[in-house]
T-cell receptor
Framework: DAGVTQSPTHLIKTRGQHVTLRCSPI?????VSWYQQVLGQGPQFIFQ???????GRGNFPDRFSARQFPNYSSELNVNALLLGDSALYLC?????????????FGSGTQLSVL | AQRVTQPEKLLSVFKGAPVELKCNYS??????LFWYVQYSRQRLQLLLR??SRESIKGFTADLNKGETSFHLKKPFAQEEDSAMYYC????????????FGTGTRLQVTL
């Protein structure tokens, strides 16, 4: 079991650019969630997707968007990057994305915006 | 609104000493509470959750609704317990949305 995989592991962008982060859930998991972890803080919820539909959205601007594909992998897109978007972006997967399920986290993508 | 507070950024204890990592929460309904751990160079992983009432690696946590707390305890700290610990809350009907605290780094020294 490869676990949740995220790519790339590190990324450097400049202000105003666009970035796409990718996540592959554990085989059999249909729900993917995205979290942003700024240095010194706990992870903060961005999105949850299940069966290609958005199930939940955190308090993030419209510059953040995501989608889920038929194979349950997911992309997180961030437009018009700001310095404050520099963070570790975590992806988590679960079977059905319902309460009482265990979440499995990936190792994250470290995004640096210069 | 839901909030999780971990008042200590760093907790340093000697090997064999008792450990208590504090967690307080704010939520109007009946939350699910969790402790996640991140060891050096490893991914974030679930340590335990209150609904299971289990002990993992010697750690326990009891949900105290009166004090809105979910403190993590271990009677005798081990070197391998050194890690970053996050308390998290999941509200009713919020599926995968977890609200995390800022984390406490536990440092166990000889």
């Amino acid at each position: 079991d490869a676990g949740v995989t995220q790519s790339p592991t590190h990324l450097i962008k400049t202000r105003g650019q666009h970035v796409t982060l990718r996540c592959s859930p554990i085989s059999g998991h249909k729900s993917v969630s995205w979290y942003q972890q700024v240095l010194g803080q706990g992870p903060q919820f961005i999105f949850q997707y299940y069966e290609k539909e958005e199930r939940g959205r955190g308090n993030f601007p419209d510059r953040f968007s995501a989608r889920q594909f038929p194979n349950y992998s997911s992309e997180l897109n961030v437009n018009a990057l700001l310095l404050g978007d520099s963070a570790l972006y975590l992806c988590a997967s679960s079977l059905e994305g319902i309460a009482n399920e265990k979440l499995f986290f990936g190792s994250g993508t470290q995004l640096s915006v210069l | 609104a839901q909030r999780v507070t971990q008042p200590e950024k760093l907790l340093s204890v000697f090997k064999g000493a008792p450990v208590e990592l504090k967690c307080n929460y704010s939520y109007s309904g009946s939350p699910e509470l969790f402790w996640y751990v991140q060891y050096s160079r490893q991914r974030l992983q679930l340590l335990l959750r209150h609904i299971s009432r289990e002990s993992i690696k010697g750690f326990t946590a009891d949900l105290n609704k009166g004090e809105t707390s979910f403190h993590l305890k271990k009677p005798f700290a081990q070197e391998e317990d050194s890690a970053m610990y996050y308390c998290a809350l999941r509200g009713t009907g919020t599926a995968s949305k977890l609200t995390f605290g800022t984390g406490t780094r536990l440092q166990v020294t000889l």
